[in-house]
């Protein structure tokens, strides 16, 4: 059975930092491309960065030059690096995992909540 388990998330002021963590277990994780996304009140969820299984990264605008993403194959344990933080980075942010062999992987962790004060 697959697990993401997020952790990390809370309530910083502006111009602060976190690191969100994701450990997954049930796969195997060196092949899976790993994503933040996230979702505020009343908006679609949206790609926050990805990171593949060879290393390459991905980041929407809004948050590139802020947040880096990063992974540990040993601890199967994926990373999100957000500095620099605004209050609209404030979401429910989810880690993800996906893979397309035969058929496409999708799995979500259950989300954690990073709040932002201005």
């Known amino acids: 059975q697959v697990q993401l388990v997020e952790s990390g998330g809370g309530l910083v002021q502006a111009g602060g930092s976190l690191r969100l963590s994701c450990a997954a277990s049930g796969l195997t994780f060196s092949s899976y491309t790993m994503g933040w996304y996230r979702q505020a009140p009343g908006k679609q969820r949206e790609l926050v960065a990805s990171i593949t299984s060879g290393g390459s990264t991905n980041y929407a605008d809004s948050v590139n030059g802020r947040f880096t993403i990063s992974r540990d194959n040993a601890k199967n344990t994926v990373y999100l690096h957000m500095n620099n933080l605004k209050p609209e980075d404030t979401a429910v942010y989810y880690c993800?995992?996906?893979?397309?062999?035969?058929?496409?992987?999708?799995?979500w962790g259950q989300g954690t909540q990073v709040t932002v004060s201005s």
């Open positions: 993800n995992a996906r893979r397309t062999v035969l058929f496409r992987e999708d799995y």
